[in-house]
């Protein structure tokens, strides 16, 4: 019988082991051991180390990060333009700063461009999302005459290519940073980028 929960426990113990030693370096038998199941038993819910792996990618990949940001209390913010892109990108940090999401970037950046199955890794694919939301309020604030008649696909990617940076800078480590400097530094980009867009 498969229980769902050994299935997460399964590809919780991976994602450390992969974010720790990358794919090649992560074997059945260690995630087995630190789950505390039989290597065997892992067959009964994955077929090998790839398709644990590919699960962890679609995870991730599912994952929305307009359901987990752009709640409806940020909307109401969106009178204050310059507060909304504060907050927005300060909540952006913080959901970064998760331990999972911390691994997970560590991982994609240790695997980029390896091939496992017919799947190559892009971090590209995992800022798509961002850089969708991005252009979007971009293009609103540009229709509502508050930002200035920029391309809003530029716009998106000159804001959301310094958080990438500062992600992969800050928040990819093991060990945690004081996140209340992480927070000041977006602050201080933020800042930066809407006072050179606002009209």
Known sequence: MKYPNTKKLITEKALDYFSNHGYAGASIRQIARAVGIRESAIYNHFKSKEDIFLAILSEYKSRSLTKK???DELLDELDNPG?????????????????????FIRLLLMEQFTKVGSLELSVSEYVNELRGICRLIFSE???????KKYDPDILAEQFTALLFLIRTEHLS?????????????????VSFFWNSIKV
């Open 83 to 103: 507060k909304f892109l504060q907050d927005f990108a300060g909540r952006l940090v913080n959901y970064w700063n998760t331990p999972n999401e911390r691994k």
């Open 141 to 147: 604030m540009i229709k509502n005459n508050i930002a």
């Open 69 to 71: 940001i752009l709640n």
């Open 173 to 189: 480590r093991e060990e945690k940073n004081d996140i209340n400097i992480v927070l000041e530094i977006i602050k201080k980009h």
